[in-house]
Structure formats: C-alpha cells, structure tokens
Nanobody, 117 residues
Framework: QVQLVESGGGLVQAGGSLRLSCAASGRTFSSYAMGWFRQAPGKERELVADVDSGGVTNFGNIVKGRFTISRDNVNVTLQMDRLNAEDTAVYYC?????????????WGPGTQVIVSS
C-alpha cells in the first residue's frame, strides 16, 4: 500500500527557513512527477512547486526565487527560504503519473507551516 508522509513543518519567524520532506513507502516513483501544494484557511489548494522525472522544476509565481524542490525516486524535498506570513498554510506532497490517460495520484496528509510576522 502506497503511503506518503510529510515532515518538517512548524512555526518560524518571517524571513526564516524551513525544509519539508515527503517520504513514500510501498513502491518507487521514478516515472512520476512529484510536487508540493498548499492550502491556507479559506483559500483553494494551490501549486507550490513540482518536479518531473527528468528533474525539470516548476514553481508557483508567489514562491519563485525563494523555494527550491528536489527529489529522488522515492522522496521529494521543499526548501523554503525567506518565508513570510503569506506562506502560512498546510503543505501537501503529491505524486502523480504523468502518462496520458493515467489517473494515479497519491497525497500525503499534510504538514502545517506557520510563519509569524
């Protein structure tokens, strides 16, 4: 059974850094894309960053230049620097199969990030 578990969330002051990790179990994901999404109270879930199987990255505009994403065949990591209050949210990792017609998605339960101003 596939399971994703996030870690590394917590409380940090504005301007600080956090490193989120997502550990997967149950199989490897070498062909999958991996990403991080977040959801703040009262807002829709939004893409933070993703990375495909070839290492090509994509970032949401609001985090460009502040966050980096890295991966291997099992885990994905999000390095978050220069955090601000708008980054406060629950962060979720997501793995998905990018093959045409594939509908395989896996989500972690989320980890809370709170940035105090």
């Amino acid at each position: 059974q596939v399971q994703l578990v996030e870690s590394g969330g917590g409380l940090v002051q504005a301007g600080g850094s956090l490193r989120l990790s997502c550990a997967a179990s149950g199989r490897t994901f070498s062909s999958y894309a991996m990403g991080w999404f977040r959801q703040a109270p009262g807002k829709e879930r939004e893409l933070v960053a993703d990375v495909d199987s070839g290492g090509v990255t994509n970032f949401g505009n609001i985090v460009k230049g502040r966050f980096t994403i890295s991966r291997d065949n099992v885990n994905v990591t999000l390095q978050m620097d220069r955090l601000n209050a708008e980054d406060t949210a629950v962060y979720y990792c997501n793995y998905w199969d990018p093959a045409p017609g594939a509908r395989r998605h896996y989500w972690g339960p989320g980890t809370q990030v709170i940035v105090s101003s």
